[in-house]
């Protein structure tokens, strides 16, 4: 092996050392889609299905089976999805880049879709799936195994799971082979501590942990994947990774849409609950565990448990809620959250929140994490921003110390994905003047694009039995417990002062004195400006 990364070849063209580790097609199996006419099953789910046909990374037998209570007929749900992965093609606003739809594959998968209709809360319904999956079984030959996806309300989650129990559908019985039964959950997984703890009961009073998968769509990311590569396979980064050299850790998931029609969910949600405890704390995760014995699920997970276990619960004096008002979007007039449709004209909802995070273990002690998150900011962008400690200032004691800046090492998860370390050097000239410059690395530079929705892996992991990027019951449960004081104090007071950040701004001024309260240490602009690499 070279010691040198070979180079880039032209934009979209890797230069790889080593050749690529292909994966292999996952055993036969049936996945039962309930919710099969839900948005999310035609967004997202169905598209990543037919991504891994076109990568060849689907059973060979395989079968899916829609469920869902509409009375339609196969070819009515068919159309529906192939509409949907049209829209896509040449769509570069979409959630998929599609340039065609591929004739084969969507043949093979046509074919292996039926449709079955009926109530979630009916036995009826179970029996019919029953009789259903034999006969699938006898014309598709795709043998036991099954994965039943729940892209549906959370109120029926487990429901559903109590019917899979009881009609035995969930039992890795099987007569002549081996099989399995696996259980997809979407987010929400619970609303706070007492639910989720109750709801991780009712799962686990049916199923056993190895069979459920709860799914955070954020770890299909590539880039939040790319964390652990990127700590754990360069010898660079990890022994500076830690309280001697860290100042603190700013973590940042700014949107631009708003409530995008979902005012009634999101007026019970909020986004506390629809992303500190799950999206942004598996990116802590990510960003702050210790290297696992070895890449596999359990490894991974529990040193994933065991920064959620180290996590201080917060204080309410450690969390700020906004709410944005009217203003300009990415210069767009954008209405108040007040003024959306579902959404009550004094509604105490929080679209954005800060706060300030303790990990308290040997690693961590004493480096604030610094969490964000917010909808109709000034620009989207997802980052992992980690800033170290600023270098001793003798050398350059004609300098005014404000004009030194520390370093920065920023994982960026999108939009643009890539990681960029920002330090300083010496401005060409006679005298010693220093500033900032970025190195960039950017996946599109490296890696040719390829039409991706985030729920590839994720699905693909199910049908292999690969639980690493799945939540096991008691990180859920933790993750609710580090946030649950700061829902019971927003629950028993009003905030005062909503809406208290403009529409297509950086969040409310709370946020900046959350973050500055100790020491000199200010959020990094949601929209970046271009690196003083042209002074
Ligand atoms: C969802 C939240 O889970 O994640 C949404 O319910 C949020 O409110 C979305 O917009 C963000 O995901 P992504 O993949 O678009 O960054």
Same mark, same amino acid.
């Given at each position: 092996m070279p010691d040198v990364p070979p180079p880039a070849g032209p934009a979209g063209k890797v230069v790889s050392a080593s050749p690529r580790r292909e994966a292999k097609p996952p055993p036969a199996c049936t996945m039962v889609i309930f919710g099969a006419g839900g948005d999310l099953t035609k967004r997202l789910l169905f598209p990543a299905i037919y991504n891994l046909g076109v990568t060849n990374l689907l059973p060979e037998k395989f079968a899916i089976i829609g469920v869902d209570i509409a009375d339609r007929s196969v070819d009515d749900w068919r159309k529906s999805l192939r509409d949907m992965l049209q829209s896509f093609v %040449?769509? =570069? =606003?979409? +959630?998929d880049r599609l340039t065609t739809v591929d004739e084969a594959v969507w043949s093979k998968l046509s074919n292996a879709m039926s449709y079955v209709q009926g109530d979630l809360t009916d036995d009826g319904l179970y029996q019919k799936l029953q009789a259903h999956l034999q006969e699938v079984r006898k014309t598709q030959d795709t043998g036991g195994n099954v994965l039943f996806y729940l892209a549906i309300a959370d109120r029926f989650f487990a429901p559903v799971i109590q019917h899979l129990g009881k009609s035995g559908l969930s039992a890795e019985k099987e007569e002549k082979a081996p099989c399995w039964r696996r259980v997809v959950i979407e987010k929400p !997984? %619970?609303? &706070?501590l007492a639910s989720a703890k109750e709801l991780n009961k009712q799962v686990l009073d049916v199923l056993q942990e190895k069979q459920v998968f709860r799914i955070d769509h954020f770890l299909g990311k590539e880039t939040v994947q790319n964390i652990m590569a990127f700590r754990f396979g360069n010898g660079l980064f990890e022994p500076i990774w830690n309280r001697e050299r860290i100042d603190h850790v700013q973590i940042t998931v700014a949107e631009t849409v708003g409530v995008e029609g979902r005012g009634r969910f999101y007026e019970h949600t909020g986004a506390m609950r629809d992303m500190v405890p799950n999206h942004v704390f598996q990116l802590v995760a990510m960003t702050a565990? +210790?290297? @696992?014995?070895? !890449? &596999?699920a359990d490894s991974v997970r529990t040193k994933k448990a065991d920064v959620f276990a180290s996590m201080k619960s917060l204080t309410p004096d450690e969390a700020v809620r906004g709410q944005y008002g009217e203003g300009s979007v990415l210069g767009k007039q954008a209405a108040a959250y007040r003024a959306e @449709?579902?959404? *009550? =004209?004094?509604? *105490?909802? +929080?679209t954005y929140v800060a706060v300030q995070l303790h990990i308290d273990n040997w690693r961590w002690a004493g480096v604030p994490f610094y969490i964000r998150t917010g909808k109709h900011m000034a620009a989207r962008t997802s980052e992992i921003a980690i800033r170290f400690k600023q270098a001793p200032y003798a050398p350059f004691e004609d300098t005014p110390v404000s004009g030194l800046r520390p370093n920065w090492l920023v994982i960026q998860i999108q939009p643009d994905e890539g990681i960029s370390l920002q330090f300083e050097v010496k401005r060409p000239g006679p005298v010693v003047d220093l500033v900032p410059v970025r190195m960039d690395f950017r996946y599109r530079d490296w890696f040719p694009p390829e039409p991706n929705v985030g729920y590839e892996t994720l699905v693909y992991d199910v049908m292999i039995g690969d639980a690493t990027l799945f939540n096991r019951g008691d990180m859920v449960d933790a993750t609710w417990r580090v946030v649950q004081p700061v829902l019971d104090a927003w629950a028993s007071e009003q905030p005062k002062d909503f809406p208290n950040y403009a529409s297509g701004s950086d969040g409310p001024k709370a946020a900046d004195d959350l973050i500055g309260k100790y020491g000199d240490r200010h959020w990094r602009p949601v929209k970046l400006p271009e690196p003083a690499k042209k002074p």
């Open positions: %040449g769509n =570069a =606003a979409s +959630e !997984f %619970g609303h &706070d565990m +210790e290297p @696992p014995v070895s !890449f &596999d @449709p579902d959404v *009550a =004209a004094d509604s *105490a909802v +929080e």
